[in-house]
Antibody, heavy 120, light 107 residues
Framework: EVQLAQSGAEVKKPGESLRISCKGSGYSFTSYWINWVRQMPGKGLEWMGRIDPSDSYTNYSPSFQGHVTISTDKSTSTAYLQWSSLNASDTAIYYC?????????????WGQGTLVTVSS | IVLTQSPGTLSLSPGERATLSCRASRTVTNNYLAWYQQQPGQAPRLLIYGASTRATGIPDRFSGSGSGTDFTLTISRLEPEDFAVYYCQYHGSSPLNFGGGTKVEIK
C-alpha cells in the first residue's frame, strides 16, 4: 500500500526551529515529487514547494522561499520541511503529497498532516 | 497561474447536480488541472487529474471538463458524503497553485 506517514504534532515558541518529516512507503520514493502544502486554521490549501528525491532538486513558492527549507533523505525515503525561526503565523496543518515526476497525475497520495502550533 | 474558484459556497440538496468552476489566469499547459475533495479534519483526496481523468476509486458521478483557462467539476447526483470543500490545483510546472476552494453544503 502506498503511504506517506508524517511526524506528530508540534508545539513551539516563536523564534524556535523545527523540522517535520514525511516518510514514504509502498512505492519507489525517488520516482515522485514530494510536495508540501500549508493549511492555516479555517483556510484553504497553499502550495509551499516540492522536492525531487532522486537529486534533491527543489522548487519553492515565492510566498515561502527563504522562510522554509525542503530536503530529503532517499536512504530512508523521508522528506523534511524545516524552519530556522518560527513565528505565530506558521501555526497551521502541513501536508505532504506525492506527484509523479512527469507532472501528469496530480497529488495522488497525501500524508495525514502535521499540526504545528507556534505560541508564546 | 492564479486559479479562481466559484462560487465560494454552493447550497444544494442530496440528489441534486453540483457544478463547480475553476478559472485560470492564463492557459493551463497540457490541461494539468486537478480537483480535490477535503472533508473536515481529513487530508485532501484526489478526484480528477489532467482536467478530466478520474483518479483510482473515484465514483463516476464525479466528472471533470474544460480546457485552456476554464474548467468544471460536476457531481451528477450529490450523495451525503459529497458535502465537503473542493479545490482545484494546477499540477504542471512550479508553482503548483491551488484555487481558493468551493464549499458544497447541505441546503
Amino acid at each position: 500500500e502506498v503511504q506517506l506517514a508524517q511526524s506528530g504534532a508540534e508545539v513551539k515558541k516563536p523564534g524556535e526551529s523545527l523540522r517535520i518529516s514525511c516518510k514514504g512507503s509502498g512505492y519507489s520514493f525517488t520516482s515522485y515529487w514530494i510536495n508540501w502544502v500549508r493549511q492555516m486554521p479555517g483556510k484553504g490549501l497553499e502550495w509551499m514547494g516540492r522536492i525531487d528525491p532522486s537529486d534533491s532538486y527543489t522548487n519553492y513558492s515565492p510566498s515561502f522561499q527563504g522562510h522554509v527549507t525542503i530536503s530529503t533523505d532517499k536512504s530512508t525515503s523521508t522528506a523534511y520541511l524545516q524552519w530556522s525561526s518560527l513565528n505565530a503565523s506558521d501555526t497551521a496543518i502541513y501536508y505532504c503529497a506525492r506527484h509523479a515526476l512527469t507532472d501528469s497525475l496530480g497529488g495522488d497520495c497525501w500524508g495525514q498532516g502535521t499540526l504545528v502550533t507556534v505560541s508564546s | 497561474i492564479v486559479l479562481t474558484q466559484s462560487p465560494g459556497t454552493l447550497s444544494l440538496s442530496p440528489g441534486e447536480r453540483a457544478t463547480l468552476s475553476c478559472r485560470a489566469s492564463r492557459t493551463v499547459t497540457n490541461n494539468y488541472l486537478a480537483w480535490y475533495q477535503q472533508q473536515p479534519g481529513q487530508a485532501p483526496r484526489l478526484l480528477i487529474y489532467g482536467a478530466s481523468t478520474r483518479a483510482t476509486g473515484i465514483p463516476d458521478r464525479f466528472s471533470g471538463s474544460g480546457s485552456g483557462t476554464d474548467f468544471t467539476l460536476t457531481i451528477s447526483r450529490l450523495e451525503p458524503e459529497d458535502f465537503a470543500v473542493y479545490y482545484c490545483q494546477y499540477h504542471g510546472s512550479s508553482p503548483l497553485n491551488f484555487g481558493g476552494g468551493t464549499k458544497v453544503e447541505i441546503k
